[in-house]
Protein backbone atom coordinates (compact mmCIF):
# COMPACT_ATOMS: atom_id res chain seq x y z
CA UNK A 1 0.00 0.00 0.00
CA UNK A 2 2.31 1.94 0.41
CA UNK A 3 4.27 1.82 -3.02
CA UNK A 4 0.88 3.42 -4.56
CA UNK A 5 0.19 7.17 -4.37
CA UNK A 6 -2.81 8.99 -5.13
CA UNK A 7 -3.22 12.61 -4.97
CA UNK A 8 -5.14 14.74 -4.58
CA UNK A 9 -6.86 13.37 -1.63
CA UNK A 10 -10.37 15.36 -2.11
CA UNK A 11 -10.72 16.84 -5.43
CA UNK A 12 -13.63 19.37 -5.89
CA UNK A 13 -14.76 20.23 -9.51
CA UNK A 14 -17.05 22.16 -11.18
CA UNK A 15 -20.26 20.24 -13.88
CA UNK A 16 -18.93 20.22 -17.12
CA UNK A 17 -15.14 19.97 -16.31
CA UNK A 18 -12.67 17.55 -17.19
CA UNK A 19 -10.30 16.38 -14.46
CA UNK A 20 -7.39 14.43 -14.00
CA UNK A 21 -6.48 11.96 -10.86
CA UNK A 22 -3.26 10.57 -10.48
CA UNK A 23 -1.75 7.60 -9.60
CA UNK A 24 2.00 6.31 -9.42
CA UNK A 25 3.39 3.06 -8.15
CA UNK A 26 7.15 2.03 -7.27
CA UNK A 27 5.76 -1.55 -6.58
CA UNK A 28 7.01 -2.54 -10.34
CA UNK A 29 3.78 -4.07 -10.29
CA UNK A 30 2.97 -4.75 -14.53
CA UNK A 31 -1.32 -4.18 -13.85
CA UNK A 32 -2.80 -1.57 -12.72
CA UNK A 33 -6.60 -0.60 -11.73
CA UNK A 34 -8.99 2.21 -11.43
CA UNK A 35 -11.81 1.51 -9.80
CA UNK A 36 -14.87 3.39 -8.47
CA UNK A 37 -16.46 3.58 -4.99
CA UNK A 38 -19.79 4.76 -3.84
CA UNK A 39 -21.05 5.53 -0.55
CA UNK A 40 -22.46 1.55 1.18
CA UNK A 41 -21.50 -0.18 -2.36
CA UNK A 42 -18.35 -2.15 -3.73
CA UNK A 43 -16.12 -1.47 -6.14
CA UNK A 44 -16.22 -0.97 -9.49
CA UNK A 45 -14.23 -1.70 -12.10
CA UNK A 46 -13.78 0.84 -14.47
CA UNK A 47 -10.12 0.82 -16.73
CA UNK A 48 -7.23 -1.98 -16.07
CA UNK A 49 -3.90 -2.15 -17.64
CA UNK A 50 -1.93 -5.02 -18.35
CA UNK A 51 0.99 -3.77 -19.37
CA UNK A 52 2.35 0.06 -20.83
CA UNK A 53 0.61 1.54 -23.54
CA UNK A 54 -1.56 -1.13 -23.04
CA UNK A 55 -5.33 -0.47 -21.23
CA UNK A 56 -9.04 -2.17 -21.36
CA UNK A 57 -12.76 -1.37 -20.35
CA UNK A 58 -13.79 -2.49 -17.18
CA UNK A 59 -17.57 -2.73 -16.21
CA UNK A 60 -18.17 1.56 -16.31
CA UNK A 61 -15.67 3.07 -18.49
CA UNK A 62 -18.32 5.38 -20.22
CA UNK A 63 -17.50 8.89 -19.13
CA UNK A 64 -14.03 8.13 -18.10
CA UNK A 65 -10.40 7.91 -20.14
CA UNK A 66 -7.04 6.39 -18.76
CA UNK A 67 -3.45 6.31 -20.50
CA UNK A 68 -0.44 4.23 -19.82
CA UNK A 69 2.79 5.68 -20.95
CA UNK A 70 4.86 4.42 -17.99
CA UNK A 71 4.73 1.98 -16.12
CA UNK A 72 4.80 3.68 -12.95
CA UNK A 73 1.54 5.64 -13.82
CA UNK A 74 -2.10 5.33 -14.50
CA UNK A 75 -3.87 8.12 -14.50
CA UNK A 76 -7.53 8.12 -15.00
CA UNK A 77 -9.62 11.50 -16.73
CA UNK A 78 -13.25 12.09 -15.64
CA UNK A 79 -14.50 14.01 -18.56
CA UNK A 80 -17.73 16.37 -18.26
CA UNK A 81 -19.55 13.43 -20.18
CA UNK A 82 -19.54 11.49 -16.59
CA UNK A 83 -22.93 12.33 -14.79
CA UNK A 84 -22.36 11.13 -11.59
CA UNK A 85 -18.78 11.61 -11.02
CA UNK A 86 -18.83 12.48 -7.27
CA UNK A 87 -17.37 9.15 -6.01
CA UNK A 88 -14.24 7.86 -4.31
CA UNK A 89 -11.50 6.82 -6.92
CA UNK A 90 -9.08 3.74 -5.93
CA UNK A 91 -5.94 2.99 -7.87
CA UNK A 92 -4.80 -0.67 -7.12
CA UNK A 93 -1.73 -2.49 -8.93
CA UNK A 94 -1.76 -6.61 -9.44
CA UNK A 95 1.23 -8.65 -7.86
CA UNK A 96 1.52 -10.93 -10.66
CA UNK A 97 3.64 -13.37 -7.92
CA UNK A 98 0.83 -13.63 -5.45
CA UNK A 99 -2.29 -12.43 -7.68
CA UNK A 100 -3.35 -10.13 -4.99
CA UNK A 101 -4.61 -6.21 -5.10
CA UNK A 102 -2.82 -3.70 -3.51
CA UNK A 103 -4.69 -0.47 -3.47
CA UNK A 104 -3.49 3.31 -3.14
CA UNK A 105 -5.48 5.88 -0.26
CA UNK A 106 -7.89 7.31 -2.90
CA UNK A 107 -9.22 10.27 -4.16
CA UNK A 108 -12.19 11.52 -2.68
CA UNK A 109 -14.06 13.85 -5.79
CA UNK A 110 -17.19 15.76 -5.16
CA UNK A 111 -18.34 17.72 -8.27
CA UNK A 112 -20.12 20.92 -7.23
CA UNK B 1 -21.79 -11.10 -16.37
CA UNK B 2 -20.25 -13.17 -13.35
CA UNK B 3 -21.50 -11.81 -10.03
CA UNK B 4 -20.64 -12.39 -6.41
CA UNK B 5 -23.25 -11.66 -3.90
CA UNK B 6 -22.41 -11.26 -0.46
CA UNK B 7 -24.24 -11.02 2.80
CA UNK B 8 -25.25 -9.54 5.04
CA UNK B 9 -24.73 -5.40 3.72
CA UNK B 10 -24.77 -4.81 7.29
CA UNK B 11 -23.85 -6.11 10.45
CA UNK B 12 -24.32 -4.42 14.10
CA UNK B 13 -22.50 -6.59 16.73
CA UNK B 14 -21.73 -5.85 20.44
CA UNK B 15 -18.05 -6.47 21.31
CA UNK B 16 -17.14 -9.93 21.89
CA UNK B 17 -19.75 -11.54 19.71
CA UNK B 18 -18.94 -13.23 16.87
CA UNK B 19 -19.14 -12.59 13.37
CA UNK B 20 -19.34 -13.90 10.12
CA UNK B 21 -20.03 -12.81 6.39
CA UNK B 22 -20.50 -15.09 2.99
CA UNK B 23 -19.91 -15.02 -0.24
CA UNK B 24 -21.53 -16.82 -3.17
CA UNK B 25 -21.04 -17.23 -6.26
CA UNK B 26 -23.14 -19.11 -9.10
CA UNK B 27 -20.10 -20.09 -10.66
CA UNK B 28 -17.29 -22.50 -9.50
CA UNK B 29 -14.22 -20.15 -8.51
CA UNK B 30 -10.68 -20.95 -9.04
CA UNK B 31 -9.96 -18.95 -5.64
CA UNK B 32 -11.63 -16.16 -3.78
CA UNK B 33 -9.83 -13.28 -1.92
CA UNK B 34 -10.92 -11.36 1.26
CA UNK B 35 -9.85 -7.44 1.76
CA UNK B 36 -10.52 -5.19 4.89
CA UNK B 37 -11.51 -1.59 4.33
CA UNK B 38 -11.82 0.56 7.27
CA UNK B 39 -14.02 3.29 7.15
CA UNK B 40 -12.19 6.39 5.47
CA UNK B 41 -9.65 4.25 4.40
CA UNK B 42 -8.65 1.74 1.28
CA UNK B 43 -8.98 -2.16 0.84
CA UNK B 44 -6.40 -4.37 1.94
CA UNK B 45 -5.78 -7.82 1.06
CA UNK B 46 -6.60 -10.33 3.77
CA UNK B 47 -5.96 -13.59 2.38
CA UNK B 48 -6.74 -15.96 -0.92
CA UNK B 49 -8.07 -19.53 -0.62
CA UNK B 50 -7.53 -21.94 -3.55
CA UNK B 51 -8.48 -25.46 -2.49
CA UNK B 52 -11.87 -26.94 -2.41
CA UNK B 53 -12.72 -27.14 1.16
CA UNK B 54 -9.87 -25.09 2.24
CA UNK B 55 -9.61 -23.52 5.60
CA UNK B 56 -7.16 -20.90 6.63
CA UNK B 57 -6.93 -18.76 10.09
CA UNK B 58 -5.62 -15.54 10.93
CA UNK B 59 -5.77 -15.28 14.72
CA UNK B 60 -9.41 -14.54 15.40
CA UNK B 61 -9.89 -14.40 11.61
CA UNK B 62 -11.44 -18.01 9.84
CA UNK B 63 -11.85 -18.03 6.42
CA UNK B 64 -13.53 -20.95 4.43
CA UNK B 65 -13.62 -21.51 0.98
CA UNK B 66 -16.76 -24.27 0.06
CA UNK B 67 -16.23 -27.91 -0.97
CA UNK B 68 -18.01 -27.15 -4.29
CA UNK B 69 -15.64 -23.77 -4.40
CA UNK B 70 -19.14 -21.41 -5.12
CA UNK B 71 -18.54 -19.76 -1.44
CA UNK B 72 -16.56 -18.61 1.02
CA UNK B 73 -17.15 -17.67 4.38
CA UNK B 74 -14.83 -15.19 6.52
CA UNK B 75 -15.74 -15.57 10.52
CA UNK B 76 -14.39 -13.21 13.20
CA UNK B 77 -14.34 -14.79 16.74
CA UNK B 78 -14.82 -12.74 19.95
CA UNK B 79 -14.95 -9.40 18.06
CA UNK B 80 -13.03 -6.27 19.15
CA UNK B 81 -13.56 -2.50 17.78
CA UNK B 82 -10.22 -2.94 15.86
CA UNK B 83 -12.61 -4.62 13.62
CA UNK B 84 -14.67 -2.45 12.81
CA UNK B 85 -15.08 -1.73 8.73
CA UNK B 86 -16.35 -3.49 5.33
CA UNK B 87 -14.85 -6.85 4.35
CA UNK B 88 -15.04 -7.48 0.86
CA UNK B 89 -14.68 -11.21 -0.82
CA UNK B 90 -13.26 -10.77 -4.32
CA UNK B 91 -12.77 -13.21 -7.60
CA UNK B 92 -10.75 -13.26 -10.58
CA UNK B 93 -12.72 -12.67 -13.62
CA UNK B 94 -9.74 -14.24 -16.28
CA UNK B 95 -6.29 -12.95 -15.69
CA UNK B 96 -6.31 -9.90 -14.64
CA UNK B 97 -10.15 -8.87 -13.81
CA UNK B 98 -11.41 -8.97 -10.46
CA UNK B 99 -14.94 -8.79 -9.44
CA UNK B 100 -15.69 -7.57 -5.80
CA UNK B 101 -18.60 -8.57 -3.50
CA UNK B 102 -20.81 -5.46 -2.28
CA UNK B 103 -19.05 -5.72 1.00
CA UNK B 104 -20.54 -5.98 4.16
CA UNK B 105 -20.52 -3.51 6.56
CA UNK B 106 -19.36 -4.10 10.32
CA UNK B 107 -20.01 -2.01 13.46
CA UNK B 108 -18.72 -3.09 17.06
CA UNK B 109 -20.20 -2.05 19.51
CA UNK B 110 -18.34 -1.34 22.91
Known amino acids: DGGITQSPKYLFRKEGQNVTLSCEQNLNHDAMYWYRQDPGQGLRLIYY???????QKGDIAEGYSVSREKKESFPLTVTSAQKNPTAFYLCATRDRGTDTQYFGPGTRLTVL | GQQVMQIPQYQHVQEGEDFTTYCNSSTTLSNIQWYKQRPGGHPVFLIQLVKSGEVKKQKRLTFQFGEAKKNSSLHITATQTTDVGTYFCAVTSGTYKYIFGTGTRLKVLA
Open chain 1, 49 to 55: SQIVNDF
